[in-house]
């Protein structure tokens, strides 16, 4: 056991994981789950949102599968290694509001990082753009921190704040399991399911526990993180962590051409809109966001399933922004943005910025 902890520890662990990310999400893909988006947490928090009824559009409402076992697999990861540390109390309202902010800006660009390297992987232009926002919202986070950034130290606490989401997500499991979807209808019990759309596209519940449990698992023991690649890279120039998101572009990309899934362009692509500037822009809104808040939205998860109560606090935000997201015209569709999101993308950067500026601790 303590060998294969110190493996996932090294470059050679993390690089591991990235590529067992990379095989596994276009395989999901091939078994069900929707074009470019084996994985994505964003979009599966979305389709979790729609699913308790949080929001009422009808072709993105499912209670992804994946998004259950990337916490618990961390769960039992830190519980088999003893690193379950219960924490909480660093500034959980601004962790809420950045997650609120994360889900609408990835909303405007349609997926989150780990979504944005698999639409490039799967030969989608337009990721390109959303990448470089990415890159460049995190560039000015990292400005912040150089600056004294903070949002404070959490304290130990009880061990059920620790548990708290992880038993959500059980009960989540539960749910789908007294309520699970009957064809042709779009709802059963307390669930809704989407008939048709990316919500309607899924692959078999249990290969998709199962996919979630082993990702989270082992991103828990590697740290690994989109977010953190590019920011360590950008303020250390350590590319430690990079080398897995590189890892999994790589075997993304190899993995779609074996399987006939890899489609070059930039227009008719799945679940994606050409509208480069707002591509860019919201991924910049996201990636201040998640530097601001200490990990992109996979990590926030793991970190939940070890015990943190501040990421928790970060997930119900994003899931509850998917909410906002929809029901206020906020998010995109393969048409374009929606009629408001211009507006929440430029109020979002503003709140950002207006968080980052403000929760600095001078020397």
Request: charged share 10%; net charge positive; proline share 4%.
């Amino acid at each position: 056991m303590k060998k294969l902890n110190n493996f996932l520890g090294s470059r050679s662990g993390i690089i591991l994981v990235g590529s067992v990310i990379g095989i596994l999400a276009p395989m999901l893909q091939k078994l069900g789950n929707p074009a470019n988006m084996g994985v994505c947490v964003a979009c599966f928090e979305r389709d979790i949102a729609g699913s308790l009824g949080l929001h009422r559009a009808a072709v993105v409402q499912y209670m992804r599968p994946e998004i259950i076992g990337f916490v618990l697999g961390a769960l039992i990861a830190a519980l088999i290694f003893r690193e379950f540390r219960p924490r909480a109390g660093s500034a959980p309202i601004v962790r809420f509001v950045l997650g609120a902010f994360a889900m609408i800006g990835a909303l405007v660009f349609l997926g989150c990082p780990w979504r944005a390297l698999l639409r490039l992987a799967g030969g989608d232009g337009n990721a390109i753009a959303g990448l470089i926002g990415l890159a460049f919202g995190i560039w000015i986070g990292t400005l912040f921190l150089k600056k004294g950034y903070n949002l404070g130290r959490a304290q130990k606490t009880y061990t059920s704040v620790g548990l708290i989401l992880p038993l959500i997500m059980l009960g989540f499991l539960l749910l789908m399991l007294i309520f699970p979807q009957i064809p042709g209808q779009s709802k059963n019990g307390v669930l809704f399911y989407s008939v048709k759309g990316p919500g309607a596209m899924h692959a078999p519940l249990a290969i998709s526990l199962g996919v979630g449990l082993l990702i989270g698992f082992l991103a828990q023991k590697s740290r690994f993180c989109t977010m953190g690649a590019i920011r360590d890279l950008i303020l250390f120039r350590q590319g430690y962590l990079f080398s897995g998101v590189v890892a999994l572009v790589v075997t993304a990309f190899v993995t779609n051409l074996i399987l006939g899934q890899f489609n070059p362009g930039f227009v008719n692509q799945p679940v994606a809109h050409s509208m480069t500037l707002w591509n860019f822009a919201g991924m910049v809104l996201a990636g201040l966001a998640f530097a601001l808040a200490g990990g992109c939205p996979g990590r926030q998860l793991f970190m939940a399933g070890e015990g943190d109560g501040d990421a928790a606090v970060f997930v119900l935000g994003m899931i509850v922004g998917a909410g906002f997201a929809h029901n206020f015209g906020l998010a995109s569709s393969p048409k374009g943005i929606g009629p408001h999101g211009m507006a929440a993308v430029i109020i979002g950067l503003l709140v950002c910025l207006f968080i980052g500026f403000t929760m600095r601790k001078k020397a």
